[in-house]
């Protein structure tokens, strides 16, 4: 038998949201209804024998009740279909069916959608078998009577329909039967990875006969969902209301969107989907149009990756005149005491982060020489007399912290650095400048014995947990070739490590045979504008390299309700509308969009929407629409848009061809 706690706290996991309401008779759960007010979706009764429960009997199907132990009287917005849990098994059987109740007073009586879709349907079926007649020749996209728009060509429960009747890359079932891509209808399941829930239809002798739902990525093939209806068997010209047949072709056909509106991502909850895109394929390009914050996204992702330490995380931003000296190493100016210039070889700051990456996968080992080496040079500085490091020769120290090497002779000097000597630490036989090798092992000597220099033991290399994000914004407005150079190899996702391997354009400069690479725990991501104009000369190479994910203005306007709060819901009116009507211009698309980060400004202006239009986002719309046909007019009909502040929004223009292939 199930204990009372171990079914409570089932339907707590379950239903997360759900609200417990304890009465002196029974245990109900209830859940805010589509007009925001609590509403029951089961009622349960704890008797001996074991647990008695109730759900909404207008949420089941003919075929659910037979499950039941008490049929409902009604079929209305009543708890009445009553079911006896008496183990888990009973238990794990009902679940779906609680589930069912609770979906239902989430969104509402179904009733009318079940009509609508069946309306639709009819209409879509005799359209379909019209236009795809071996007799009718049409050579362009065709819209569903009566629609605006192919996308979206009508709305039903909230979910925008795409409906393409006919398109030019698909015309027909050339022999009358089979699957065609054309027509179809479905909508977009997901903004991150452009999917889509569509409606496949089967045709024979050139009459549409099936359907068939299946899931849509961009360019890649239909993912059968194992969901086919017999159009027969949905009775469209019947009077009748819908049958169950209808209704289900329905429920599965919506149930998708229902989950990814469940698990809707915001700016907070997505976070976790886009790092593990970035985990499976080392380089990311967040790309959209401006002001969807991907700055600030790249960021929390880096920080989840990282657990929020800044020191694994790197930032820089290029432009036009960012270069490889900048970015992986090269000469730079530097000066002495007596303020003479020279140039000194220099790590760049992706450099110094990967070195930071490799030595994070190391522990242990044994070296103590920077520690030594202080010592010693303020022994010397401090000194009265000579400290002599043959019987002819002196030290002193010089501006850089290194040694000179003075003669009594006057003899002209020479210099022994400390990473040179650094070096002979670590390899006795170290081979390069070979002339200061004896003056170097003195030096060394002298610091064991006086300075407690322990022997070099290498450190152990280990595997880490450790995450490095680097982050490059505005990656497309450098020179990306003259930026990267040779590291174009090192990038690749499948060369990292030190099979990846490469020596840098001052290897000659270098005082060590090592080669540069980019380790294994080393992330970049990168970040675009779509509108950028030197997006089109971005290195066809570097874009092999990395994953480009679109960030659209629409999964982006949880920032407002963080930022705006109560009045975060006429700016993304606004904003939807806005960016509508930005569609329906010609020579604009969706690349163009309003991101909400401009909506930020409003606290900055006192939420005058009309100084966030003239000082924000009118400057802006001009760039956009400046040289076109009929300029002035056009910003207009943006105003106009900007202006609205219902639901009543523009639609975006038809999308035709471009995207007629899912």
Known sequence: MVSKQTFIARIKQEFPDAIENQTKSYI?????????????????NFQNKGIKIAVLSKSLHDSDILLFNKKPDSFGWTLDAEYFIEDENSLNEILPFINKSYE????????????DFKEFLSKFVNQANIYNSKDIEIKRSQKLDGAEHIYPALTIEGIPYKVEMLNTGHFGPKSGNGYIKSPYFGYRLSDMDNSWINIRCGFQRFKLTEFKIVK???????????YKYFVKDLELESTAEPNDILKEFYDNFTSFYRESEKEEINMSENINEYKNILLQSKNLILRGAPGTGKTYLAKEIAKELTDGNEDQ???????????????????????NEDGSIFFKLKEGIFKKFCQNAIDSKKIGGQDNFDEAWDLYLEYVNNRDEKEYLTEFSYLTVNSRNNFNINYETKAQGTVLTKSYVYELYKDENYLKQPYYHNQGKKVLETLKKRFGLKDYIS???????????FIIDEINRGEISKIFGELFFSIDPGYRGEKGSVSTQYANLHKTDDKFYIPENVY??????DIDRSVDTFDFAMRRRFRFVEVTAESQLGMLDTALGDKAEEAKIRLRNLNAAIENIQELN??????PSYFLNLKDVDFDYELLWS???????????RGTYEEFETLETLKKAFDLINNERTEPQDIGDNDADN
Do not use: A
Request: charged content about 30%; proline content about 4%.
């Open 590 to 595: 969706s690349h163009y969009h309003i991101g």
């Open 28 to 44: 109900s759960f209830q859940v805010k209804n589509r007009k925001g007010k609590l509403q029951n979706f089961i009622e349960i």
């Open 459 to 469: 450190p152990e290399e280990v595997e880490t947990d450790k995450n490095f994000v």
């Open 524 to 529: 970049i991501i990168g970040t675009m504008n």
């Open 104 to 115: 239902f007073v989430k969104s509402g009586i179904k009733s009318e959608c079940y009509k």
């Open 313 to 335: 995380i790197g930032f820089v931003q290029f432009h036009p005149s960012y270069d490889y000296t900048d970015f992986v190493e090269g000469l730079r100016p530097d000066s």
């Open 615 to 625: 000082d924000y986002l009118k400057p802006l719309l001009e760039d956009y629409v």
């Open 216 to 226: 849509w990525y961009s360019n890649n093939r239909d993912e059968d969902l194992d």
